[in-house]
């Protein structure tokens, strides 16, 4: 591979772990589209490195703006090389009362939306006969946790396409892996954890800790943690890692 910077297009990317993302990327001399739905939410982030990134809107479960957007992505830095599927969605209901809306928007953005960037972004790396694709799954994806039933399968799913699709393409120098984050301290968690202190009358600190009893080191995991496995797993060096889930998670998973 050339040493000139690659084009990143990362879904999500102008928000807590997409963020970092970004930011690790273009750090590594990368230029980056930075996908979400709020063109101005990813437009103020751009402006950090107008020169090396770039923002664009698109929601991932529809299909006909996604191409849109990566089109524009294209005009500004070239083929994509690198993608990382970063946008996800969680939301919390018991099973017994779930409904097939909530499952449908959990499988539609979570995996669906992945599908979608996947299909859109590949043709460009197997016409270069390289590139990466990082799937942001979750340890939802790896183990069961009550609640996020819609969740869990739609992240277990993501995995399932990881696997599927590194065989797929194992001999066309595009490799394809997932990282997946525990609990990590961005907004959701945050968001989620203010929740339980308003239905239960919880202290801050009480409620947090129901977040990082899971995780054997006692805490959530940093945003730049999880950014560094994405970059790491983007590198020239990692043509033999495919089709894996790289666990940033304090070791629940083992």
């Known amino acids: 591979m050339s040493t000139a910077p690659l084009h990143a297009l990362v879904t999500g990317g102008a928000r807590g772990i997409g963020a ?9 001399g990368h230029h980056v589209t930075i996908l979400g739905r709020s063109l ?14 770039h923002a664009v ?11 849109r957007a990566l089109e524009a992505a294209r005009r500004r ?3 994509v090389q690198l993608l990382v599927n970063n946008a996800g969605q969680a939301e919390s209901a018991p099973f017994a009362k779930m409904d ?30 390289w590139g990466r694709v990082v799937n942001v799954a979750s340890t939802a994806g790896q183990t069961g946790y009550a609640y996020v039933s819609a969740y869990c399968a739609a992240k277990h799913g993501v ?38 202190m308003a239905k239960t009358g919880r202290g801050e600190a009480e409620a ?13 995991v940093d945003p730049a943690e999880v950014a560094d496995a ?11 890692v495919t089709g894996q889930t790289i666990s940033v998670c304090g070791g629940e998973i083992m």
């Open 159 to 196: 995995i399932g396409l990881t696997r599927a699709l590194a065989r797929e393409l194992a001999r066309s120098g595009v490799t394809v892996n997932a990282v997946c984050p525990g609990y990590t301290d961005t907004d959701i968690v945050r968001d989620s954890i203010a929740r339980v």
């Open 77 to 79: 830095f070239g083929p």
């Open 230 to 240: 994405v970059a790491w797993l983007c590198g020239t060096g990692t043509g033999a």
């Open 40 to 53: 101005a939410t990813g437009q103020a982030l751009a402006e950090e490195d107008p020169d090396g990134l």
């Open 20 to 28: 970092a993302i970004t930011r690790r990327l273009r750090a590594q």
């Open 100 to 129: 097939v809306a909530l499952w449908q928007r959990m499988l539609d953005v979570n995996l669906t939306g992945t599908m979608h960037c996947t299909q859109l972004a590949l043709p460009d790396m197997l016409q270069a006969g």
């Open 57 to 67: 809107a698109a929601d991932v479960v529809d299909a006909a703006q996604l191409a």
């Open 208 to 220: 947090r800790a129901e977040f990082v009893k899971t995780n054997p080191q006692g805490r959530l």
